[in-house]
């Protein structure tokens, strides 16, 4: 029971670097999430995929991009890294009901300096 | 648009004893679903319980319980006989009933629970 899997755990880039944050889950879910935490901030959400083959914004999108290759994955790109994306990144999913719980990845702390 | 408040930045509570961390939420929807998740140090996100908006009945897992009152618009969390794996950060959840909100949560700022053995 893998749940969600996101890598890598931990990652420390310079200014101007890009990178992609690889996240796949085995529950079948359709619906699948890109979160970064701060401090004091509780999670603020960066795109959503209700499906294979969609994505949409979210609160915080600027900077990023994302692919939903397959109904598995959903990965996270940073184009050219920003100190200001210094956050922990968590990737999710949920069922298709509106009580479904979200399951998270273990998350990836990125550091841009 | 939704917004959802922890007041109670941290928390302390004795071993086995009971603590209660407060939510509250605005919305002008009717149909709407709460949770709360918890974040021990290992970073990992986990679903505590969840409570439907169209239900009256608290929810409650094992030492877990909610009381939500819907017309306060207030969802707090009751933690009875504190175990010293409770020690994480809490954060409560909003999500809207209607259809096109993309199933998309609003979360509080959380609040970090402390046991003291």
């Known amino acids: 029971n893998a749940g969600v899997t996101q890598t890598p755990k931990f990652q420390v880039l310079k200014t101007g670097q890009s990178m992609t944050l690889q996240c796949a889950q085995d529950m079948n879910h359709n619906s699948m999430y890109w979160y970064r935490q701060d401090p004091g901030m509780g999670l603020r959400l960066i795109y959503y995929?209700?499906?294979?083959?969609?994505?949409d914004k979210g609160e915080v999108p600027n900077g990023y991009n994302v692919s939903r290759l397959n109904k598995r994955e959903f990965s996270l790109r940073l184009e050219s890294a920003a100190p200001s994306q210094t956050s922990v990144y968590f990737c999710?999913?949920?069922?298709?009901?509106?009580?479904?719980?979200?399951?998270f990845g273990n998350g990836t702390r990125l550091t841009v300096t | 648009a939704q917004t959802v408040t922890q007041s109670q930045p941290e928390m302390s509570v004795q071993e086995a004893e009971t603590v209660t961390l407060s939510c509250t939420y605005d919305t002008s929807e009717s149909d709407y679903y709460l949770f709360w998740y918890k974040q021990p140090p290992s970073r990992q996100m986990i679903l505590v319980i969840r409570?439907?908006?169209?239900k009256q009945q608290n929810a409650t897992e094992n030492r877990f319980s909610v009381n939500f009152q819907k017309a306060a618009k207030s969802f707090s969390l009751k933690i009875s006989d504190s175990q010293l794996g409770d020690a994480a950060m809490y954060f409560c959840a909003y999500r809207s009933g209607i259809m096109d909100s993309n199933y998309q949560l609003i979360w509080g700022a959380g609040t970090k629970l402390i046991i003291k053995p």
């Open positions: 995929s209700a499906s294979e083959g969609t994505t």
């Open positions: 409570q439907e908006a169209y």
């Open positions: 999710a999913s949920s069922g298709p009901l509106f009580n479904s719980p979200l399951h």
